[in-house]
Structures are given as structure tokens and as C-alpha cells.
């Protein structure tokens, strides 16, 4: 049998065996779903007949209401066959858990949405990317005053002690002291999941071997800014040929909903003040900034490149800089909404130096300001009154690729900036909207495509990543495929339901069997590709239906004769 044959005939027996097929939810029972950490709270389990139990309640008493229907949103199977099949099997293992389990199967645009900005879901899947410090996502992701609807806080969590512990972690400027509160941070979210990691993704390189070389990645992984301009050619390619599985949405720098397809974008296309290295560090060879100093506890001073100028060909001084940082801040731009909590305002000193001066001080202001705020032309903004509204159908910027061309719906294109001061090994860049991976692999083993920016994890890669002509390279990364309850729902709100559903999540078999075992089953939202900020020593949980069953039942829930969960009776 083939290596392709043999794949294929695997994902299907795993599949035919757990009752995943057609976008269903299927009923039978999962092997080999045991395992896992060891949950020190949940240590017996129990067994019956059908897989259903009909007892009532913990102590044998009456039961409560019976736990609401709970929607779990699914990406459709075109999008990424993975997860979608991964999103089936979580709502059938919560299905035996007891719970009435719906899924909904979504466009990703509307998925999106209705997750991250209408919060009208009870679970949700994908791929969650932590950025260059895991204190800034942790702040956005689960502090209490995001809970509004699109503030980012889809989980609806609240925890007093979480908060204060956020805010004093942005704050502080000792190392050591951050450190131990980033571990604190992490002890409590993974003993109160209001997220869980299903795997630990890896950053992945996949690439048309013969057409280029010397991918590297950093924090950001190997779509980064870092990685396109060390990527070099080979036997005369000049164009660097990509796709994503779906179209962008505008060319508005401050308007766009901060999804990966936007972001590496404008990360080319866009300067910061600081970029950073393979190692962590930033890099003047590579960023605006030269020179940079804390002057006070809430006063940055960056000394800028000199010489250097925007796409059109107008000079970038200190004054843009300046500009941008203000015009963020005044405009309240919402995928800034966290940095500007902390700038108060910035000024330009003389044409290559600008002092930011902190609303509150900040720690890893260079970290999660410096290098994530686009430097923007004064020139073209200064004008424009609403600008995360804007209509941009050229964008300006300064980095190493400049906009050349967008057909919607079908691609954009990009072009080098010859007068970059780090620049690109190639001419062109574009991506192409291709929603069939089976497409794309195609391109790409003939070098149609010469590279796979999406970093999908599926069943082409598993039999396709052996090939000559493909390139394929793999590190641990700061992303994790999540599962997050709302708590905004009844029942979801309680910590022994969380951990219940939790326990009913088979990570372990989705990174074997669906995921080629390339990934890590997941355990912690800060990922070990964080170093001395990942905490390792964080509650796990065992991955068993009848642990979460066993849970439950401690906690006085009960279940009817149907086998569905009951809230403790009053």
C-alpha cells in the first residue's frame, strides 16, 4: 500500500470509528480517548452498560434542570478538513458527556463574527495566534473590561485576582518579577479553562524547494517580517507565489478585524520601530529604530534611521512617527485598542528622534507597542477623520514590499521597495485565493506556488512533505488550536462544566490521527516557545468521558434516563 493509500485508508477507519462523516455528529463510541495528563482533581471514573448512565443526581436525589442545547460553530470541511472534523468529534465526545450538542456548520468570515464580535456561540474552534508576548494576549483575550461584544474577551470570563495580575504584569519592568506573575497567570486560566488548548501548533514551512531557500523564522513564525526578508532564491525565480483559501477584506492598514490574511499583509508592507530576530532580540540591521532608552518609568526615546522614505518617495522622519502614534491613540483605532491604553501621547524632538510618553507605565512597551504599531505617512492619514472606516484602494506605506495591484476575490499582489533598507531577495510577491487544498498542493509540487503561507496541517501535507521538490520545516510556535466555552451561557459559566467538557476533548487521538501527529496535544495557552514566560507546571486533565461524567457527578449534577446532564437540584 502507498504512503498516500495509506493515510487516506487510516483517516477513514478513524473516522468510521468515531461516527465523523459528512459534517455530522456521529453516535458511536471512541477508543482510545483515555490518557493524557493526570487531572490531579478527577481520579475515578466509572463504567456502564451503553456508555449512558441513569443515575439522577450526585447523591442519588432529584435532579435540576436539564443543561441547555449548545451550539458549537464548525468551519465548513473545504476551509480546513482537520478541524472540521476535529470540531465533529469534540461535539460527539460532548455529546456522550451529556450535553445536547448542535453543530453549525459556517462561512469563516461569519464564523468569525459571530464568535469574536457577536458572541452568539456556546463553543468555538480555530487556530488562536499569540503574538510577540503572551502578557498582551492574555490581557486582551480574558481581562474582564473586554467582555463587550467585539472587544475581544469572547470567552465572557471574569476573575478579580486575573485582572489585577494582568495589569500588574504589563506594568512591570523586572524580568523576574513579570515572570512569576505570567506563571500565576497561568495556573489560574488552566485550573479555570476558559480556554483550552486542543494541540500546540508548530510554525511550518512548507515551500517549492527548488525556488528558494533560508527560511527562518522568529517568534511570529515563517510568515513573519523577519522571514521574508532573509528568504532567498533560487535558479532565477524572481516572484514568491503564495495563496490563502479565501479574500481579503480591504487595504485599510487601521481598518482590517486583525485575521492572519490582513496581518501578513501589512507587515511588509507597513515599518515599526522595532522588529525582532530568531532570538528574541530586536534588530537594528532590520527596523526603524537605532537607538532606544527608557528615559522614566513611562517616557521611551527611539532614535530613527536616517534617510529612509515612504513608497511614494516622501521622506519618513521623527514627525510621522509622532503622527502615527497620536492619530492612533485620538482615533481610539480598535485593533489598537490595548496599546492605546498605554500611550498618552508622542513627540518628535528633532527629524530623528520622538519620545512616546505612557498614559501608565508599561514594561514590555517595546514588545507590545514598538513592534506592533505601523508607521503610517502623515501626508495621506492627517486628512481622513474616520480612519479605521476608510476606503483605502492604494495603501502607503514604507516596508520592504509596497502594494501593487488587488483583484478582489481573486488575488493581491506586491511589489519590492528598491530603496528598502533590509529588502527582499525577490521582485514580486502574491497570494492567490485558492480554497481547495488539493489545488494548492498541486501548484505547489510543480512550482506553480512556490510557497504555502496558510501553514495548513492536513492529509496533503502528511503525504506530500517526503517529496523532493518540497520543502517542509517545522518549530514549536506560539499558536494553539483552541476550545472555548462561553460563559456567557448557563452552565458554561460553571467551572465544573468546563472542566467536564474539558476532560471529553481527545486531544491526544485529533494530533494522531487528524493531525498526522505533527503538532503536540495541548495542555497551556502560553506555549513552551515562550521560554522562561511558559509555565510547565499547570493542572492537565485526563482525556476521559467518564472522568468529566465522574466530575459532574461529584459536583451534584445528575443525569436522566436519556443520559443528558442536570443541574444539581435546589
Known amino acids: 500500500m502507498s504512503g498516500k493509500d495509506k493515510h487516506r485508508n487510516g483517516r477513514r477507519d478513524f473516522l468510521k470509528k468515531v461516527g465523523v462523516a459528512g459534517g455530522t455528529v456521529g453516535l458511536t463510541s471512541l477508543a482510545g480517548c483515555s490518557g493524557g495528563g493526570g487531572d490531579t482533581e478527577t481520579e475515578e471514573t466509572t463504567e456502564d452498560d451503553g456508555g449512558e448512565t441513569t443515575t439522577t443526581s450526585g447523591d442519588g436525589g432529584e435532579l435540576g434542570e436539564k443543561l441547555p442545547q449548545y451550539t458549537y460553530t464548525n468551519n465548513a470541511e473545504s476551509y480546513n478538513p482537520p478541524r472540521h472534523d476535529a470540531i465533529n468529534l469534540n461535539a460527539q465526545e460532548l455529546g456522550k458527556l451529556g450535553l445536547d450538542m448542535n453543530v453549525e456548520v459556517l462561512e469563516w468570515g461569519t464564523l468569525y463574527n459571530r464568535v469574536s464580535q457577536e458572541y452568539d456561540y456556546s463553543f468555538a474552534t480555530w487556530h ?34 486575573v485582572d489585577q495580575l494582568l ?26 479553562v476558559p480556554r483550552m488548548p486542543i494541540t500546540q501548533m508548530p510554525a511550518t514551512a512548507v515551500y517549492h524547494a527548488p525556488s528558494s531557500e533560508n527560511w527562518v523564522a522568529n517568534i511570529s513564525g515563517y510568515n513573519s517580517y523577519y522571514t521574508m526578508v532573509n528568504l532567498e532564491m533560487k535558479d532565477g525565480v524572481t516572484e514568491l507565489k503564495g495563496y490563502w483559501p479565501e479574500t481579503f477584506s ?26 525582532y530576530d530568531e532570538n528574541f532580540e530586536p534588530d537594528p540591521e532590520i527596523q526603524l529604530a537605532q537607538e532606544w532608552e527608557r528615559v ?34 485620538e482615533n481610539e483605532i480598535p485593533i489598537y485598542s490595548l496599546q492605546n491604553q498605554y500611550i498618552d501621547s508622542a513627540e518628535a524632538v528633532d527629524e530623528t528622534t520622538v519620545e512616546i510618553t505612557m498614559a501608565q507605565a508599561l514594561g514590555p512597551f517595546n514588545t507590545i507597542v514598538g513592534s506592533q504599531i505601523p508607521i503610517l505617512p502623515q501626508h495621506k492619514w492627517e486628512g481622513r477623520s474616520n480612519p479605521s472606516q476608510a476606503s483605502i484602494s492604494e495603501p502607503i506605506g514604507s516596508g520592504p514590499l509596497m502594494f501593487d495591484y488587488w483583484d478582489k476575490g481573486s488575488e493581491l499582489g506586491l511589489v519590492r521597495f528598491d530603496d528598502h533598507f533590509a529588502g527582499v531577495d525577490f521582485e514580486r510577491r502574491f497570494w492567490r485565493v485558492i480554497p481547495e487544498s488539493s489545488t494548492v498542493w498541486e501548484l505547489l509540487k510543480n512550482g506553480e506556488l512556490n510557497y504555502e503561507p496558510f501553514g495548513r496541517i492536513d492529509r496533503n501535507l502528511a503525504q506530500n512533505r517526503e517529496l523532493e521538490q518540497i520543502g517542509f520545516q517545522s518549530e514549536q510556535a506560539t499558536s494553539h488550536w483552541m476550545f472555548t466555552p462561553n460563559e456567557r451561557q448557563d452552565g458554561l459559566d460553571n467551572m465544573t462544566v468546563r472542566k467536564a467538557a474539558v476532560n471529553a476533548i481527545p486531544r491526544t487521538p485529533i494530533v494522531d490521527q487528524l493531525l498526522f501527529g505533527i503538532p503536540e496535544p495541548g495542555f497551556n495557552v502560553v506555549s513552551e516557545a515562550f521560554g522562561n514566560l511558559h509555565n510547565p507546571d499547570v493542572t492537565t486533565y485526563e482525556e476521559s468521558v467518564e472522568t468529566g461524567k465522574q466530575r459532574l457527578r461529584d459536583a451534584g449534577f445528575g443525569y436522566d434516563d436519556e443520559g443528558m446532564v442536570h443541574f444539581p437540584a435546589e
Open 167 to 192: 495589569e500588574q504584569q504589563l506594568a512591570e519592568s523586572d524580568p523576574d518579577a513579570r515572570q512569576d506573575q505570567l506563571h500565576q497567570l497561568q495556573e489560574i486560566l488552566m485550573d479555570e
Open 296 to 329: 522614566d518609568e513611562t517616557t521611551q526615546r527611539y532614535t530613527i534611521r536616517e534617510g529612509h522614505t515612504f513608497h511614494d518617495g516622501e521622506p519618513l522622519t521623527a514627525e510621522d512617527v509622532a503622527f502615527t502614534f497620536n492619530y492612533i491613540k
Open 250 to 275: 480591504t487595504m485599510n492598514v487601521l481598518g482590517h478585524n486583525d485575521e492572519n490574511k490582513h496581518v501578513y499583509q501589512f507587515n511588509v508592507m507597513y515599518d515599526k520601530l522595532i522588529q
Open 128 to 161: 488562536t495566534f499569540f503574538t510577540v508576548d503572551p502578557g498582551l494576549e492574555l490581557f486582551n483575550n480574558f481581562h474582564s473590561q473586554f467582555t463587550d461584544p467585539g472587544q475581544g474577551n469572547y470567552a465572557g470570563y471574569e476573575n478579580e485576582e
